[in-house]
């Protein structure tokens, strides 16, 4: 095996036979067991072109440890600002061996060493995932879509009994037609800008109750109906990019299953004597805010209390709690967590239905709070404009447009980011925690900060530990200065 900066390394190709061949970049041979097995023993990093050949040696039982897929790496040059390294072509071991060492020196002069190791680190257990698939009951799926379609059904028919039909019987208005329903409203004394959720939410009409009906309906079966169309006993199989937005988190298609509402999440069920796991970070992106501004005020009471009562109380001056004044303590989680995503007076305005002097002065009361958590964020968007670029815990950077600097974005990366990297170092310590592990523990799905993970019944309890042993030990290593907090829950069906 070849040794470069990433350490002993073999390259695995197709071959036009369509088979595999393993190459230390001197010698190739076929891939047999007898190799399979010597490569798992040793435990090298896997160099792929292609995320198809780890995936077919994988289901041979290759147990890859880490794997280096060169566009992968290319893809976090490329959002630090860094040269991408030419892949070669035609694909060759020891062409691929060169590209590889010159990504390692691009990676360490870049100071992206740590980020790609943990991309490395989390592609197998991406591929795992992949395999896995998504239990589901396909009766209870159906019959929830079924459910839909009658929904949809009569809200068209309350909708269209408003509007009323033409001489041929047809409804004069179809809920999709915008320009036409705005009109339609107009005429009924309702003069409205836009027909969105947040502002049919707002109209005491009846045709704009039906029209939300009809819409919340229609979207779930026209998404998820053809859901099942890629189902194989029972398990849907989705497509999982490890490297699916900047921030680094993961996205998924064909079907994304990273996206199905609480409706469906039911359907989601284990097979027989089978269960599954959901373990999620609790307030996890406000502990990584707490971790990177250090403001010892703003982490003692996230940690001691009920964190958005507690700042509720010193914004308004009254007692609250999650049963008394509960709308108080709503107004300030919608600052707690707009002041992540960079939101200011304005936005604060309109999302608390006040004067924007109110809002500001609201802001300037919680800072005064938080004085350590005010000079992070000025900081971070200061350092944003003065170096055009923004990077998280793990080194994982995104170069920006000057013409395009967001302070949204200043302060949202490192902490969404710091959430992906948390979230797939978590993924990684619980898949070698159970490697000896009785009861066939596998992860068949992974949302932002959650990880859901099925088992025989008889050794939940011990996976469950180990699942969230593995998530606080990964906010350990990241996030040192501030503990992790995480909810994990056993049961028949996804219930989170």
Known sequence: MSNLLLGSVVVLLD?????????????????????????????????????????????????????????????????????????????????????????????????????????????????????????????????????AHQRAGEARGQLTAMVGRDLGGHPNIEPGERNKLLDWFKHQGLSLNDLSKGTLAGVDHPAAQALLAWREASKLTSTYESYTERQVNSRIYGHFEPLGAHTGRMSCGEPNLQNIPASLRPCVRAPQGRVLIGADYSGCELRIVAALSGDHAFRETLLSSDFHSAVASRLFGQTVSKTENASLRHAAKAINFGLIYGMGARRLAQSLEMSVGEARGLLDKYFEGFPQLAAWREQAQAQARQTLMLETVSGRKLKLDPNKISSTLALNYPVQGGGADLIKWAAVRFIRAIQQTKGEPALVNMVHDEILVEVDRDQADEVRQLLVESMIGAGADLFPSVPMAVDARISQAWEH
């Open 15 to 147: 071959d036009p036979l369509g088979g595999v061949v393993v190459s230390d970049g001197q010698t190739q041979e076929p891939l047999t067991d007898e190799t399979l097995q010597l490569i798992n023993h040793s435990s090298p990093v896997w160099l792929v072109s292609d995320r198809r050949t780890l995936r077919r040696v994988m289901r041979r039982g290759g147990r890859p440890t880490r794997c280096v897929c060169l566009p992968d790496y290319n893809r976090l040059l490329d959002q630090a600002g860094a040269a991408k390294v030419p892949l070669p072509d035609p694909v060759r071991p020891e062409a691929m061996i060169e590209a590889a060492n010159q990504a390692g020196y691009h990676l360490r002069d870049h100071d992206l060493a740590r980020v790609a190791k943990l991309e490395s680190s989390f592609l197998p257990v991406c591929e795992r995932l992949q395999a896995t698939g998504l239990p589901i009951d396909l009766g209870a799926w159906d019959a929830v879509l079924a459910a």
